[in-house]
Each structure stands twice: as structure tokens, then as C-alpha cells.
């Protein structure tokens, strides 16, 4: 089945060097395959450039905003190579010792594969790993433990993570089914029928942080690099 992996993009409009940065599962899911360029951390570039195999699933994760969480799936489309984007001055990522002989950085290309009909909010996992929140009944004590048990509660910070195979199937179990009712309190609601896995969300406005006004990054979330800059 491959191995599993998390990645964190900014969905909310951030300048860096006059240039946009945001992107979104919108965006992933309108131009079908991107390049994960801009990484700037060491660990996270080792996994893209050692680790990660075509084919292995994504959470597509949205940072750096008001109701961070897991808003999509994608998947590897093609193992690491040179972050180009590191020799171009004009890139706000550029990396002056990155040089194309002997490049720093590399980056993967990640394929779309479907929105999650339900946001799985950090704010949901977080209440569901120290007890806060009853977890739904369709998910198993081997889920909770999947949660507890995911980088992004115990080294949140960086933009590229490991995913466990029982946590990827969670949050995806979590994303279809749904059982509260706010990104942000992430309170429980009755149990809704499962739905299926689509392109689409299925209109459940209040878990989908598109549906309410866009407000600026808090900077006092986590640290991670953003993706694509728009031209």
C-alpha cells in the first residue's frame, strides 16, 4: 500500500518578495499535479528526496490560517528531484548556495486526488488525542491511538511529515464521515451516514473553511513553507 505522508500548503493570501504563496486544495485540485518546491527545512527536504515513492497518499494540509486541518487527499506523481525554484533569484524561496551542480533542495510532484467532504480540523485531532471530545462511534480505540500517535501533535512545526498507514485511514475515515458540527470548537454532533469520497464536498458549509470570510495568517500557529508562489 506505500507509505503515507502529510503536507502543509498556506490557503490564505501571504506576500513574500511581491509574490503571492498561497495554495490551496482549490489550487491542487484546478491544475491536477503541482511540484512541492519552496521547502526550506532539512529534515522535510530528506523525506521528499530519500523517503517519499510514487504513489504514496497525501493529506493535503491547510496552514497557517484560521482553522488549520486536512482538507484533501493526494498522492506522490513523481519521486524528489532539484528544487529549480532555489536557482531562480526571482523565486521568493531563492537559495543563493543552492547551485544546479550540487543543489540543497529537492521537492516532489503531488497529484490530487479529492477534496474530503468533512475539513479535519487540527482542532478536531487535538480534542480527540487528549480526550476533550468523544470520538465518533465509528472510530475504533486503534484510531484514537493513530491519532495520538501522529507527528503533527507532537512536532507540529514541520511542513512535511510521516503519516502512519491506521492514521492516514482515520483521518480519511473522520473526513467521510463527519460527527461535529465547527471547524474551530470542533463539537459533536449526531452521527451522519458515511458519503462517499468524491471531487466535491457535499455543501457541509461548516466544516469547509472556504465557506466563511477569509481573515489574515496568525503568525503565532506553526512554521512551515508555503507553496507555488502565483505570479
Excluded at 476533550?132 to 507527528?151: E, F, G, R
Excluded at 449526531?190 to 470570510?213: A, C, F, I, V, Y
Aim: aromatic fraction near 8%.
Amino acid at each position: 500500500m506505500g507509505s503515507a505522508w502529510l503536507m502543509k500548503a498556506e490557503p490564505e493570501p501571504r506576500i513574500v518578495k511581491g509574490k503571492d504563496v498561497a495554495f490551496s486544495i482549490d489550487d491542487l485540485e484546478r491544475v491536477g499535479t503541482e511540484h512541492w518546491d519552496g521547502v526550506r527545512n532539512h529534515e522535510a527536504k530528506n523525506l521528499m528526496k530519500e523517503k517519499m515513492k510514487q504513489g504514496d497518499h497525501v493529506l493535503f494540509y491547510h496552514s497557517n490560517c484560521k482553522a488549520p486541518g486536512i482538507a484533501g487527499i493526494a498522492e506522490i506523481d513523481k519521486e524528489g528531484y532539484p528544487d529549480f525554484t532555489a536557482f531562480d533569484p526571482s523565486h521568493p524561496y531563492y537559495d543563493l548556495k543552492s547551485v544546479e551542480s550540487k543543489p540543497t533542495w529537492f521537492m516532489v510532484d503531488v497529484k490530487f486526488v479529492s477534496r474530503l467532504p468533512n475539513f479535519v480540523s487540527l482542532k478536531l485531532l487535538q480534542n480527540l488525542a487528549n480526550g476533550k471530545l468523544k470520538p465518533p462511534d465509528y472510530v475504533t480505540p486503534q484510531d484514537s491511538q493513530a491519532i495520538k500517535d501522529m507527528p503533527l501533535l507532537n512536532r507540529g512545526r514541520l511542513s512535511v511529515q510521516p503519516v502512519s498507514l491506521a492514521a492516514f485511514e482515520t483521518i480519511k475515515k473522520l473526513g467521510l464521515n463527519g460527527g461535529w458540527s465547527s471547524v474551530e470548537t470542533a463539537t459533536p454532533t449526531d452521527h451522519r451516514p458515511e458519503s462517499t469520497l468524491s471531487g466535491q464536498p457535499d455543501g457541509l458549509d461548516s466544516t469547509n473553511p472556504k465557506s466563511s470570510k477569509r481573515t489574515a495568517p496568525s503568525r503565532a500557529t506553526e512554521i512551515r513553507r508555503s507553496k507555488r508562489p502565483k505570479k
